[in-house]
T-cell receptor, first 116, second 117 residues
Framework: AQKVTQAQTEISVVEKEDVTLDCVYE???????LFWYKQPPSGELVFLIR??????QNEISGRYSWNFQKSTSSFNFTITASQVVDSAVYFC?????????????FGTGTRLTVIP | GAVVSQHPSWVICKSGTSVKIECRSL??????MFWYRQFPKQSLMLMAT?????????EQGVEKDKFLINHASLTLSTLTVTSAHPEDSSFYIC?????????????FGPGTRLTVL
């Protein structure tokens, strides 16, 4: 069975602070894909990153960075120098289906509020 | 690239009526689309997987006759909520499976907010 846990329900930070959103996943598959999506108040989910299980390299994209650690089954997301526009709900998700159904398993999301 | 649209963005209807929601992949062909439902402050719940030219695959607990899905072309999938009731009020989101670089990445539409009176 697949499971994604985002233990942080809500986080508030003051603008320019760094913030890390945690994601812990469970799967028995050796091949899987991890994703982060952002859902701003408008509702549309915005794709941020995809990482496959064989690539443990951390990734940085501007103020965003991701730390993938298979040893702890975690795929954490850090926003550096947060901005008000970063306020949104962030979902971590997993695909681990050998049938190729590409079903995304979502975590419950973390609501980030950046205070000006 | 990988833009998905939904129409309408919001709809209000009377109980007992049917509502159709369209999901389109604008700049790519999508053989597979997904329909999700999201309640306030909750995560997305997969309702069904829509494959072009074949019947949709519904998740356990989702009524096939209630939520009709049609994927008639490579760029369009529709979800029809039949005989809608207030408990069907929700945020419905579709996604389309990418076909180029990341064939396992779902790109989401902006969602449709349905309110049934």
């Amino acid at each position: 069975a697949q499971k994604v846990t985002q233990a942080q329900t809500e986080i508030s930070v003051v603008e320019k602070e760094d913030v890390t959103l945690d994601c812990v996943y469970e799967t028995r598959d050796t091949t899987y894909y991890l994703f982060w999506y952002k859902q701003p108040p408008s509702g549309e989910l915005v794709f941020l990153i995809r990482r496959n299980s064989f690539d443990e390299q951390n990734e940085i994209s501007g103020r965003y960075s991701w730390n993938f650690q298979k040893s702890t089954s975690s795929f954490n997301f850090t926003i550096t120098a947060s901005q008000v526009v970063d306020s949104a709900v962030y979902f971590c998700a997993l695909i681990a289906d050998q049938t190729g159904a590409n079903n995304l398993f979502f975590g419950t999301g973390t609501r980030l509020t950046v205070i000006p | 690239g990988a833009v998905v649209s939904q129409h309408p963005s919001w709809v209000i209807c009377k109980s007992g009526t049917s509502v159709k929601i369209e999901c389109r992949s604008l700049d790519f062909q999508a053989t597979t689309m997904f329909w999700y439902r999201q309640f306030p402050k909750q995560s997305l719940m997969l309702m069904a997987t829509s494959n072009e030219g074949s019947k949709a695959t519904y998740e356990q607990g989702v009524e096939k006759d209630k939520f009709l899905i049609n994927h008639a072309s490579l760029t369009l999938s529709t979800l029809t909520v039949t005989s809608a009731h207030p408990e069907d009020s929700s945020f419905y989101i579709c996604s389309a499976l990418g076909t180029s670089t990341f064939t396992d990445t779902q790109y989401f539409g902006p969602g449709t907010r349905l309110t049934v009176l």
